[in-house]
C-alpha cells in the first residue's frame, strides 16, 4: 500500500508563505488521486486542494483559491501545496492523502490513505 509522508510545514507570520511536499513510498501515484485536508483545533477536517495524477485537473476550495496551488511532480513521485499569503485561519494540521482512480472527492472518507501530518502555524 502506498505510504504518504507530508514535509514542509512550520511557522511563520500573516502574509507569508509556505510550501508543502507529499511523498509516497511503495509506488507512484499513477492512477490516484491526490488531496490536501487540513484540520484546525476543535474544527472539522476540511478539503482544502486536489489534484488529479493522470490529467492533472486540480480544484481548490474557496477559502484558499488565488492563495494556495496545488502541484505534482511526476520525476519526484511528490505533490507539493504552494501556500501565499498565509492568514492565521489557515492555521492547522495538514493532511496528504490519496484515492484510486480519476475523480476528484472533496470529502476525506473516500481517502485511503493518510500521510502522519505536518502543522502550520500562522500567527497574525
Known amino acids: 500500500q502506498v505510504q504518504l509522508v507530508e514535509s514542509g510545514g512550520g511557522l511563520v507570520q500573516a502574509g507569508e508563505s509556505l510550501r508543502l511536499s507529499c511523498g509516497a513510498s511503495?509506488?507512484?501515484?499513477?492512477?490516484?488521486?491526490m488531496g490536501w485536508f487540513r484540520q484546525a483545533p476543535g474544527k472539522e477536517r476540511e478539503f482544502v486542494a486536489g489534484v488529479t495524477w493522470n490529467s492533472g485537473r486540480t480544484y481548490s476550495a474557496g477559502s484558499v483559491k488565488g492563495r494556495f496551488t496545488i502541484s505534482k511532480d511526476i520525476d519526484k513521485n511528490t505533490v507539493c501545496l504552494q501556500m501565499n499569503s498565509l492568514k492565521s485561519e489557515d492555521t492547522g494540521v495538514y493532511y496528504c492523502?490519496?484515492?484510486?482512480?480519476?475523480?476528484?472527492?472533496?470529502?476525506?472518507?473516500?481517502?485511503?490513505?493518510w500521510g502522519q501530518g505536518t502543522q502550520v502555524t500562522v500567527s497574525s
Open positions: 492523502a490519496a484515492v484510486a482512480g480519476p475523480l476528484l472527492p472533496r470529502v476525506g472518507d473516500k481517502y485511503v490513505p
Open positions: 511503495g509506488r507512484t501515484f499513477s492512477g490516484y488521486t
